[in-house]
Antibody
Framework: QVQLVQSGAEVKKPGASVKVSCKVSGYTLTELSMHWVRQAPGKGLEWMGGFDPEYGETIYAQNFQGGVTMTEDTSTDTAYMELSSLRSEDTAVYYC?????????WGQGTLVTVSS | QSALTQPASVSGSPGQSITISCTRT?????????VSWYQQHPGEAPKLIIYEDSKRPSGVSNRFSGSKSGNPASLTISGLQAEDEADYYCCSYAITDSFNYVFGTGTKVTVL
């Protein structure tokens, strides 16, 4: 059984960056395809990007290209999502989720609040 | 941009069956692959309830069923129970000039 545990809530000022972590247990990160999904307050789910094992690289949604970086530390089985140049519209809960043919397992979510 | 449209809300009484549709936009030329469905209770992470159009993960009630015959895809909840009150999202991946996973707009299910 895969378990994903994310880092705690963050409050950032506009223009800053934030890095959210997602610790894997039950499997190793190399056995999984990790993706990130966000949900603004009262809104729906939005896919941000993730690792595509077929191409062996991380793919990003068009809306996030250039503004988000997803990395992995296989020595600690931890995935990271860094979002830069934060704006108030980036206030959301950010989820990590593993992908097989669907988003199978989800982290508990990390609330990122962008406020001056 | 590719999009999947769901009704904003669906309601039903306990024991009834309800169906949630997931419709791709009519002008969309994207190729959509498998549809999955997620249940989300307030304050919680989404939970996978249907994958590959109609398969249920282990532990998910057989009251949930999915189908995709053309457009739209749909999720049916049979024998509605109070605990089914939640938001539901469909998801698919759309192949256009880029590769994107697309979530539906979401449906609030209310048990009357």
């Amino acid at each position: 059984q895969v378990q994903l545990v994310q880092s705690g809530a963050e409050v950032k000022k506009p223009g800053a960056s934030v890095k959210v972590s997602c610790k894997v247990s039950g499997y190793t990160l190399t056995e999984l395809s990790m993706h990130w999904v966000r949900q603004a307050p009262g809104k729906g789910l939005e896919w941000m990007g993730g690792f595509d094992p077929e191409y062996g690289e991380t793919i990003y949604a068009q809306n996030f290209q250039g503004g988000v970086t997803m990395t992995e530390d296989t020595s600690t089985d931890t995935a990271y999502m860094e979002l830069s140049s934060l704006r108030s519209e980036d206030t959301a809960v950010y989820y990590c989720a593993t992908f097989g043919e669907s988003f199978d397992y989800w982290g508990q979510g990390t609330l990122v609040t962008v406020s001056s | 941009q590719s999009a999947l449209t769901q009704p904003a809300s669906v309601s039903g009484s306990p024991g009834q069956s309800i169906t949630i549709s997931c419709t791709r936009t009519s002008s969309d030329v994207a190729i959509y692959k498998f549809v999955s469905w997620y249940q989300q209770h307030p304050g919680e992470a989404p939970k996978l309830i249907i994958y590959e159009d109609s398969k249920r993960p282990s532990g998910v009630s057989n009251r949930f069923s999915g189908s995709k015959s053309g457009n739209p895809a749909s999720l049916t909840i049979s024998g509605l129970q109070a605990e089914d009150e939640a938001d539901y999202y469909c998801c698919s991946y759309a192949i256009t000039d880029s590769f994107n996973y697309v979530f539906g707009t979401g449906t609030k299910v209310t048990v009357l």
